[in-house]
């Protein structure tokens, strides 16, 4: 397991898995937020085409955590995904992150942009973009999944977490809607969360300052780069449409919407997210 020291000190570590010796690898910002990067495994076989160097960042997974608990901002972390680039020697690299790493994805391209070859953002969290997506909107995607064994306690639950009356079993009750198929592989790909998270670190993640939505706007309009935005056509975190607003931001964007997919496309249909990715970052 590599590991090198961030501007404080905190040591963090990152993982390599698979790819074609002497390509260069892909850098993989998780999600959760502040979720150990085990739970991407190789991203649904990305990692035949390119090595994935997966980071953990500061406090998750084999990382150290920080003496100061306020470093968990997502602001204060784009300062650790150069210093992993500059451990890993990289002029430019290509740059992949999920749901809530997205954010951090997006405040590094912002700050760096001569830095990030091309972007590929995965079913991405739109908070930092402050984009928000109505109750409606995820209703009427909720509703793509009506006949499923699941549904009728699943949708009651979004109902009451729309209403503002949501609970800890509320979200929980939700959780079959995060997957294409609620099948034995993402019930436990599910239950493994609660463990690899970092509660604490994920309650800074996103706190006060930690974006400024205007100010990130203005800069994506002018980052040249590729961008891919994957989104999954049943994905009430993140759906379509609401992408496509993230989307129009960039110049140079493609949105690729993958059918049957939800919150995680690489466990729904490995060889169709692989590929897409795959092609996107040839």
């Known amino acids: 397991m590599p590991t090198f020291s961030a501007y404080d000190g905190t040591e963090l570590a990152h993982h390599v898995i698979g790819g074609s010796k002497g390509a260069p690898p892909v850098v993989c910002l998780p999600g959760g937020p502040m979720q150990a990067s ?53 002029d430019a690299m290509d740059l992949l ?9 997006l405040l590094y391209a912002a700050r760096h ?22 109750g409606t909107v995820r209703r009427e995607t909720a509703l793509l999944r009506e006949g499923e064994p699941f549904f009728p306690a699943a949708f009651a639950a979004l109902e009451a977490v729309v209403a503002g ?4 079993e509320s979200w929980q009750a939700m959780a079959p809607f995060a997957y294409g198929r609620w099948d034995a592989r993402a019930q436990a790909h ?36 590729p961008v891919l935005l994957l989104a999954g056509e049943v994905d009430l975190n993140s759906p379509p449409s609401a992408v496509a607003e993230l989307a129009a931001l960039f110049p140079h964007a493609e949105l690729v919407v993958q059918s049957g997919a939800a919150h995680f496309p690489w466990l729904d249909d490995p060889e169709r997210f692989a590929a897409a990715t795959a092609a996107f970052l040839a």
Do not use: K, M, W
């Open 97 to 105: 992150a999920h749901s809530g790493g997205t954010n951090l994805a």
């Open 190 to 225: 599910h239950a493994a969360e609660d463990e690899q998270r970092n509660d604490e670190a994920a309650a800074v993640y996103g706190s006060e300052g930690a974006y400024d939505p205007d100010a990130l706007r203005a800069a994506l309009a002018r980052f040249r780069a």
């Open 113 to 134: 942009p001569e830095r990030v070859r091309r972007l590929a953002l995965i079913t991405p969290s739109l908070a930092a973009a402050g984009i928000a997506v109505p």
């Open 38 to 90: 085990v739970y991407l495994g190789d991203l649904g076989g990305l990692a035949a085409h390119r090595p994935l160097v997966t980071a953990d960042l500061r406090g998750t997974g084999e990382s150290a955590v920080p003496a100061d608990t306020a470093s968990y901002r997502c602001d204060r972390l784009v300062d650790d995904v150069e210093a992993l680039r500059e451990h890993l020697g990289l």
């Open 165 to 168: 009356r949501g609970t800890a």
